[in-house]
Nanobody, 123 residues
Framework: QVQLVESGGGSVQAGGSLRLACAAS????????MGWFRQAPGKGREFVAA????????YYADSVKGRFTISRDNAKITVYLQMNSLKPEDTGVYYC????????????????WGQGTQVTVSS
């Protein structure tokens, strides 16, 4: 059974930082890209970042470029999202996602989803 398990969410004041982690298990993810989406209250789920598993090429939404950094640990089959300079509009549930190609994650094609972790940024 495939599992993507997120951790690291929480509450922080604007300007603060959080680090999310997503651990994958249940199949071979060596050929899968992984990424993050978020969903704010009353809004749809939106792409945040993705990373190729093979060469580490990252992709970011314009709204998080320069503030968020996605990385991965191949040995631990874990992807991280370092979030700095957080803003209230970053508030939402953050979901881990997986697909064989990172560019497909960017446009919303996802094979596996995690259950989500809440991030709340107060002003």
């Amino acid at each position: 059974q495939v599992q993507l398990v997120e951790s690291g969410g929480g509450s922080v004041q604007a300007g603060g930082s959080l680090r999310l982690a997503c651990a994958a298990s249940g199949r071979t993810f060596s050929n899968y890209a992984m990424g993050w989406f978020r969903q704010a209250p009353g809004k749809g789920r939106e792409f945040v970042a993705a990373i190729n598993w093979s060469d580490g090429t990252p992709y970011y939404a314009d709204s998080v470029k320069g503030r968020f950094t996605i990385s991965r640990d191949n040995a631990k089959i874990t992807v991280y999202l370092q979030m700095n300079s957080l803003k209230p509009e970053d508030t939402g549930v953050y979901y881990c996602a997986a697909h064989p190609q990172a560019y497909r994650i960017v446009v919303g094609y996802v094979v596996y989803w995690g259950q989500g972790t809440q991030v709340t940024v107060s002003s």
